[in-house]
Every structure is written in structure tokens, then in C-alpha cells.
């Protein structure tokens, strides 16, 4: 049975880092896309950061730009999310998603477009 299990969440204070990881089971995230999504309390899902299934492409959020970084760990069928000098605004509960195999996806990270979900990790930021 194919599944993503996101980890890391927590609650962490303004300024900290966390680092989420998404797993999967039953199939390899090589050669798709993977994606990061927040969802906030009150608002519709959003592309946070993606990755293309070549690597070549990233995306990021204007909102994250500079202080979250994606990563593909292979080795261990793993993506991360190290998120830092987190703020507020970033409170939410954080899905992961993979795309088809060997798919190009144009916008990268618009939800609609991957397939496999996690089922999320929640993410607060307060003092």
C-alpha cells in the first residue's frame, strides 16, 4: 500500500527551527514531484515548496523564500522541509504530496495537481 507519513511538527517559538520529514511506503519518490502544503486554520491549502521529479526545478512561497529549503534524501525514500527563522504567519498543519511518476507539472506546486497525500503535521509558532 503506497503512504506518505509526514513527521517533525511541533510547537516551536518565534525565530526557531524545525525540520519536517515526509516517508513513504510502498513506492519510491524518486522521479516525482514532491510537494510541501500549509493549511491553515480558516484558509484553503497552499503550496509552501516543491521539488520537480528531475530536481531541477524548486519552488518556494514568496512567504518562505530564504528560510525554507527543500531537500530529496533518496537514500532513505525520504523529502525534507528544514524550516527556519519560523514566524507566526507559518502556524499550520503541513502536508506532503507526490505527483505521478516522471511528471512535469506546470504551476509545480498548485495541490490540485499531486495525487498522494499524507496525512499532515501540525506546526505552531508562539511565544
Not at 8 to 23: E, F, I, R, T
Not at 43 to 58: A, L, M, N, P, V
Not at 99 to 105: I, V
Request: aromatic share 10%; net charge positive; charged share 15%.
Amino acid at each position: 500500500q503506497s503512504q506518505l507519513v509526514e513527521s517533525g511538527g511541533g510547537l516551536v517559538q518565534p525565530g526557531g527551527s524545525l525540520k519536517l520529514s515526509c516517508a513513504a511506503s510502498g513506492f519510491t519518490l524518486d522521479y516525482r514531484a514532491i510537494g510541501w502544503f500549509r493549511q491553515a486554520p480558516g484558509k484553503e491549502r497552499e503550496g509552501i515548496s516543491c521539488i520537480s521529479s528531475t530536481d531541477i526545478t524548486i519552488f518556494y512561497a514568496p512567504s518562505v523564500r530564504g528560510r525554507f529549503t527543500i531537500s530529496r534524501d533518496s537514500a532513505n525514500n525520504t523529502v525534507h522541509l528544514q524550516m527556519n527563522s519560523l514566524k507566526p504567519e507559518d502556524t499550520g498543519v503541513y502536508y506532503c504530496a507526490a505527483g505521478a511518476p516522471r511528471t512535469f507539472y506546470s504551476p509545480l506546486c498548485a495541490p490540485r495537481a499531486y495525487e498522494l497525500w499524507g496525512q499532515g503535521t501540525q506546526v505552531t509558532v508562539s511565544s
